[in-house]
T-cell receptor, first 114, second 111 residues
Framework: NAGVTQTPKFQVLKTGQSMTLQCAQD?????MSWYRQDPGMGLRLIHY???????DQGEVPNGYNVSRSTTEDFPLRLLSAAPSQTSVYFC?????????????FGSGTRLTVV | KQEVTQIPAALSVPEGENLVLNCSFT??????LQWFRQDPGKGLTSLLL?????REQTSGRLNASLDKSSGRSTLYIAASQPGDSATYLC??????????FGSGTRLLVRP
């Protein structure tokens, strides 16, 4: 099993460009989340999903869109990148509400917006 | 709003020492608590998961305790090694199954 796979690992964008950060998990987990990690700010929740077709906003959702058309995939879209979105992005997943399992994290995408 | 605090922010110890990392949270209504390790430039590796009904969990040289009523958890590392050098993150899962993270403890174990 690959676990949680994030692509790309590194990306440089120009201000105003758009892109999609990919996240896929092969553990049949219902819950998936996106976090960003910034120095001095810790990890903050951007968006999360409790199942296919269901998404909700986290602590810092502005500038990001998500969708969950399948259980496996949870892409994060930046519609018009800004320098403030320079960060390391982590995707995570866990089993559904009937499970006591914890979260598994991907290896991250390091994004620089210039 | 749940807030998670980790003390100390940084710690430097000689190899072989036993050490304790602290985590506190403001809302005791948690689902579980998870300790992670993060090496520089890498992702998060789960170390231990404690359910809200449990008092402690052990894995090798690591032992994590949970006192939900006082809003505290500790991560005990026995006989520390240079390979333990990393940032250790504490995260509580709320009733909506979202993780709220502390800012981490950066550990350096000197040979």
């Amino acid at each position: 099993n690959a676990g949680v796979t994030q692509t790309p690992k590194f990306q440089v964008l120009k201000t105003g460009q758009s892109m999609t950060l990919q996240c896929a998990q092969d553990m049949n987990h219902e819950y998936m989340s996106w976090y960003r990690q910034d120095p001095g700010m810790g990890l903050r929740l951007i968006h999360y999903s409790v199942g296919a077709g269901i998404t909700d906003q986290g602590e810092v959702p502005n500038g990001y869109n998500v969708s969950r058309s399948t259980t496996e995939d949870f892409p994060l879209r930046l519609l018009s990148a800004a320098p403030s979105q320079t960060s390391v992005y982590f995707c995570a997943s866990r089993p559904g509400r009937t499970s006591h399992g914890g979260y598994t994290f991907g290896s991250g995408t390091r994004l620089t917006v210039v | 709003k749940q807030e998670v605090t980790q003390i100390p922010a940084a710690l430097s110890v000689p190899e072989g020492e036993n050490l304790v990392l602290n985590c506190s949270f403001t809302d005791s209504a948690i689902y579980n608590l998870q300790w992670f390790r993060q090496d520089p430039g890498k992702g998060l590796t789960s170390l231990l998961l404690i359910q809200s009904s449990q008092r402690e969990q052990t894995s090798g040289r690591l032992n994590a305790s949970l006192d939900k009523s006082s809003g505290r958890s500790t991560l005990y590392i026995a006989a520390s090694q240079p390979g333990d050098s990393a940032t250790y993150l504490c995260a509580v899962m709320d009733s909506s199954y979202k993780l709220i993270f502390g800012s981490g403890t950066r550990l350096l174990v000197r040979p």
